[in-house]
């Protein structure tokens, strides 16, 4: 089952923070994140492990939620590169992963 | 160059002439999959394999079908394309460390 992304879009400035956020259904034991940015392929970000350990971009934080089957993405100071598509994806039992909708995050000057 | 590779990378074709993608990997990853993008439903898996050989259905596979006689290729095949799978496809491969590299995508349009 697709994880549930939120919000679906946001817009902000050059330097503002902001929040995404992934939740499911299902118990978790990992979150993953990925960035497209537009016209291009996804990217991964980073790994998010049962017991809090973290894996990957180091300009970009995350939290993971066990018990609530949640994760947050922390996006500070943001810089115009940050703009693109951001998903979470959920593990299945074959290593493969179920990603949520997206969020699209836009960047002004 | 780390690489997954996807041919074609446009494609404009009628309803039910027999297409197929292609997906190839040099980076020796045991798992690989195809995923479909449309506006607002994200990345929707279609087939993904685990090994030569071994294959398994996605969230929406009907209308498509795999086969990874190859390690480093797992091409996409539909035998009858319809209209409705106009979509943006990716093809994706990863090891154990559930990294997954993604191709540049193929945009495919069936009139």
């Known amino acids: 089952q697709q994880p549930v992304q939120s919000p679906q879009a946001v817009i902000l400035r050059e330097g503002e923070d902001a929040v995404i956020n992934c939740s499911s259904s299902?118990?978790?034991?990992?979150v993953h994140w990925y960035r497209q940015k537009h016209g291009e392929a996804p990217v991964f970000l980073m790994i998010?492990?049962?017991?809090?350990e973290q894996k990957g971009h180091d300009k970009i934080s995350a939290s993971f939620n066990e018990k609530k089957q949640q994760s947050s993405l922390y996006l500070t100071a943001s810089q115009l590169s940050y703009s693109g598509t951001y998903f979470c994806?959920?593990?299945?039992?074959?290593?493969?992963?179920?990603f949520g909708s997206g969020t699209q995050l836009t960047v002004l000057p | 160059e780390a690489q997954v590779t996807q041919n074609p990378r446009y494609l404009i074709t009628v309803t039910g002439k027999k297409l197929t993608v292609t997906c190839s990997q040099n980076?020796?990853?045991?798992?690989m999959s195809w995923y479909r993008q449309d506006p607002g439903l994200g990345l929707r898996q279609i087939y993904y394999?685990?090994?030569?050989?071994?294959?398994d259905k996605g969230d929406v596979p009907e209308g498509y079908k795999v086969s990874r006689k190859e390690k480093r290729n797992f091409p996409l095949i539909l035998e009858s394309p319809s209209p409705n799978q106009t979509s943006l496809y990716f093809c994706?491969?990863?090891?154990?460390?559930?990294?997954?590299?993604f191709g540049p995508g193929t945009r495919l349009t069936v009139t």
């Open positions: 994806g959920t593990p299945g039992s074959a290593r493969q992963l179920t």
């Open positions: 299902k118990a978790l034991y990992s």
């Open positions: 980076m020796n990853h045991e798992y």
């Open positions: 994706a491969s990863w090891s154990y460390s559930y990294e997954q590299y």
């Open positions: 998010l492990l049962k017991g809090g």
């Open positions: 394999s685990m090994n030569v050989e071994v294959t």
